[in-house]
C-alpha cells in the first residue's frame, strides 16, 4: 500500500526505534528537535494505517466479515 513510500516509511519507523531505545538507554546525544519529530510522525502515521488496513483486509476475508 505505501508503494513508494515503502522504504522510507519503514527506515523511518526503524529510526524511530533507535531513537526511542537511546533516550531509553541515557545517550545524550539522542535528541531531536520538535520539527523533525513531527516529520518522522507523520511517517509512522502512514506505516500504521497501512498496515492497520492490510491487517483488516485480510482479517474479513478469512477470519471474520465484521470488520
Known amino acids: ?3 513508494a513510500n515503502y522504504n522510507v ?3 523511518m519507523v526503524d529510526h524511530v526505534v ?9 545517550d ?3 535528541t531531536k528537535p ?3 519529530l513531527k516529520d518522522m ?6 506505516y500504521c494505517a497501512a498496515t492497520d488496513i492490510s491487517l483488516a483486509s485480510w482479517c474479513k476475508a478469512r477470519l ?3 470488520r
Open 1 to 3: 500500500m505505501l508503494k
Open 28 to 30: 545524550p546525544a539522542a
Open 18 to 26: 533507535d531513537v526511542r531505545n537511546k533516550i531509553a538507554h541515557g
Open 41 to 46: 510522525i507523520a511517517l509512522v502515521r502512514q
Open 64 to 66: 471474520c466479515k465484521i
Open 34 to 36: 520538535p520539527a523533525d
Open 9 to 11: 516509511t519503514i527506515n
